[in-house]
T-cell receptor, first 114, second 116 residues
Framework: EAQVTQNPRYLITVTGKKLTVTCSQN?????MSWYRQDPGLGLRQIYY???????DKGDVPEGYKVSRKEKRNFPLILESPSPNQTSLYFC?????????????FGDGTRLSIL | AQKVTQAQTEISVVEKEDVTLDCVYE???????LFWYKQPPSGELVFLIR??????QNEISGRYSWNFQKSTSSFNFTITASQVVDSAVYFC?????????????FGAGTRLFVKA
């Protein structure tokens, strides 16, 4: 089954404790992306990747890091999480580099930073 | 700069009513892509439709229809004879080239309540 898998689905942690949210897709997609969803703001793109070893900033990259060492994986790293990063996070992938192909989304990761 | 505006924060209708969700976008590019996604109460994001900037043909899919007008930079979504299962948050999104890649901008979403 074609899918985008995020882990964990839920996480409560404390300020400053490094965390990683994993994202994996099994569709051989080149384009992968991370978004955060906050009430009233919709989804905002954090980082995206056009292919292996190619990453670029979205609209809200501050406080986040990503890597794309393999085509299927695109982890989101919060080196020193802060409460303003409490949010619902979605990973997405698509066949072509984000153009006219719809993105397939993971089920979301709800992060709470205390 | 790119921007997607969904001016309707919440809409409430009674079942069987028609409802239109508005989406207005701003872009400098001549080539871009527009999408609608649905987020039901369960939280997942479901793709509904995409349009590229060269295709202004309107589309109908069952009870759903989309009206793309470049002249007004709008990509509106109409649900005919709404049903309770249509209750969800609907997002309009714009994707376009920037530098060597593609960025995607979402609108803030419109929450639709359909009452029985």
């Amino acid at each position: 089954e074609a899918q985008v898998t995020q882990n964990p689905r839920y996480l409560i942690t404390v300020t400053g404790k490094k965390l990683t949210v994993t994202c994996s897709q099994n569709m051989n997609h080149e384009y992968m992306s991370w978004y955060r969803q906050d009430p009233g703001l919709g989804l905002r793109q954090i980082y995206y990747s056009m292919n292996v070893e190619v990453t670029d900033k979205g609209d809200v990259p501050e406080g986040y890091k990503v890597s794309r060492k393999e085509k299927r994986n695109f982890p989101l790293i919060l080196e020193s999480p802060s409460p303003n990063q409490t949010s619902l996070y979605f990973c997405a992938s698509s066949l072509l580099p984000g153009s006219n192909q719809p993105q397939h989304f993971g089920d979301g990761t709800r992060l709470s930073i205390l | 700069a790119q921007k997607v505006t969904q001016a309707q924060t919440e809409i409430s209708v009674v079942e069987k009513e028609d409802v239109t969700l508005d989406c207005v976008y701003e872009t400098r590019d001549t080539t871009y892509y527009l999408f609608w996604y649905k987020q039901p109460p369960s939280g997942e994001l479901v793709f509904l439709i995409r349009r590229n900037s060269f295709d202004e043909q309107n589309e109908i899919s069952g009870r759903y229809s989309w009206n793309f007008q470049k002249s007004t930079s709008s990509f509106n979504f109409t649900i005919t004879a709404s049903q309770v299962v249509d209750s969800a948050v609907y997002f309009c999104a714009l994707s376009e080239a920037e530098g060597g890649g593609f960025k995607t901008i979402f609108g803030a979403g419109t929450r639709l309540f359909v009452k029985a």
